[in-house]
């Protein structure tokens, strides 16, 4: 039996020592600084799944608030209410007492830097609104002039992460299923919405949306989708790859839906 066989699975260090019998001291140190790169290469590889994956980190579109903001731009102003700071937005607060009816949705918003860390945004404050079942908008439309929920303001935790427990919006006419927000750099902040840093919308996908049209209470919701798509909304027909929200669940337990929102910092 040669040295060779003998000395083969006996691990790297008698590697090693077999080579060092063969080669000069210069091979052998060039020998080790390439296995010693092996590790490295096999957790940046494009197939590792690990950090160095930053396709969730584009900067999120600036998109219109729209004309029910309900943050003292055009008059109302939810985030002066006494309660706005919450996560489960389904009910009214104030002097307000109505609860939103539907199909229960989780939104998890994760605020990360737009550049190549990815780096989670701690502190930042996230103000959420989007219709109710039926279309409408608290604080402005017929009927819930008086009413306040599907609004509220969460800051972002170590993980740049807000949750909202809502409802899942109806699709009104004219407009793609949507979820509005607007960014401001600390809860103080949000007393005036000229602070805020940054406002966009997140698209809700077409398949779910079928399915929750198709439950009790969104009938209106089927007709307006089938006329509407993401390349003939006025908002998401420039694309909205950044702006799609990952959604998981059924009609019984409910929906969750999650979004990585980039901003510039």
């Not at 006419?173 to 602070?195: D, K, L, Q």
């Given at each position: 039996?040669s040295?060779d066989e003998?000395?083969h699975?006996?691990?790297?260090?008698q590697?090693?020592?077999?080579l060092a019998?063969r080669?000069?001291?210069?091979?052998l140190?060039r020998?080790?600084?390439?296995?010693s790169?092996i590790?490295?290469?096999?957790?940046g590889?494009p197939?590792?799944?690990?950090s160095?994956?930053?396709s969730?980190?584009?900067?999120?579109?600036?998109e219109t608030a729209?004309?029910?903001?309900?943050?003292?731009?055009?008059?109302?102003?939810a985030l002066v209410?006494?309660?706005i700071?919450r996560?489960?937005?389904?009910?009214?607060i104030?002097?307000?007492s109505?609860?939103?009816?539907g199909i229960?949705l989780?939104?998890?918003l994760t605020l990360?830097g737009?550049?190549?860390?990815?780096?989670?945004?701690r502190?930042?404050?996230?103000?959420?609104?989007?219709?109710?079942?039926a279309?409408?908008?608290?604080?402005?439309?017929s009927?819930?002039?008086?009413?306040?929920?599907?609004?509220?303001v969460?800051?972002t935790?170590?993980e740049?992460?807000?949750t909202?427990?809502s409802i899942?919006p109806?699709?009104?006419s004219?407009?793609?299923p949507h979820?509005h927000?607007?960014i401001?750099?600390?809860v103080?902040?949000?007393?005036s919405?000229?602070?805020?840093v940054?406002?966009?919308?997140l698209?809700?996908?077409?398949d779910?949306c079928d399915?929750?049209y198709?439950t009790?209470?969104?009938?209106?919701?089927?007709?307006?989708?089938?006329?509407?798509s993401?390349s003939?909304?006025n908002?998401?027909s420039?694309?909205?790859s950044?702006q799609?929200?990952?959604v998981?669940?059924?009609?019984?337990?409910?929906?969750a839906?999650?979004?990585?929102v980039?901003i510039?910092v």
């Amino acid at each position: 039996m040669s040295d060779d066989e003998r000395n083969h699975h006996h691990g790297l260090q008698q590697d090693l020592r077999v080579l060092a019998k063969r080669t000069d001291r210069r091979e052998l140190l060039r020998w080790m600084a390439f296995t010693s790169l092996i590790p490295i290469i096999g957790c940046g590889g494009p197939d590792s799944g690990g950090s160095g994956d930053t396709s969730g980190c584009a900067r999120i579109p600036e998109e219109t608030a729209g004309p029910y903001p309900g943050d003292g731009s055009n008059g109302a102003n939810a985030l002066v209410l006494s309660g706005i700071v919450r996560s489960d937005i389904r009910s009214s607060i104030a002097n307000a007492s109505g609860v939103a009816a539907g199909i229960p949705l989780t939104i998890t918003l994760t605020l990360v830097g737009s550049d190549d860390s990815c780096t989670p945004l701690r502190g930042y404050a996230i103000y959420l609104w989007h219709c109710d079942q039926a279309g409408r908008y608290s604080m402005y439309s017929s009927g819930v002039t008086h009413e306040n929920y599907l609004r509220g303001v969460q800051v972002t935790d170590e993980e740049g992460k807000v949750t909202f427990t809502s409802i899942f919006p109806a699709c009104y006419s004219g407009r793609w299923p949507h979820i509005h927000f607007e960014i401001y750099p600390s809860v103080e902040a949000t007393s005036s919405s000229r602070n805020k840093v940054a406002t966009s919308q997140l698209a809700l996908p077409e398949d779910v949306c079928d399915t929750v049209y198709a439950t009790s209470g969104y009938s209106q919701s089927v007709r307006n989708l089938s006329q509407i798509s993401l390349s003939s909304d006025n908002v998401f027909s420039d694309g909205a790859s950044t702006q799609l929200a990952t959604v998981t669940g059924n009609t019984s337990d409910g929906y969750a839906a999650s979004l990585v929102v980039g901003i510039k910092v």
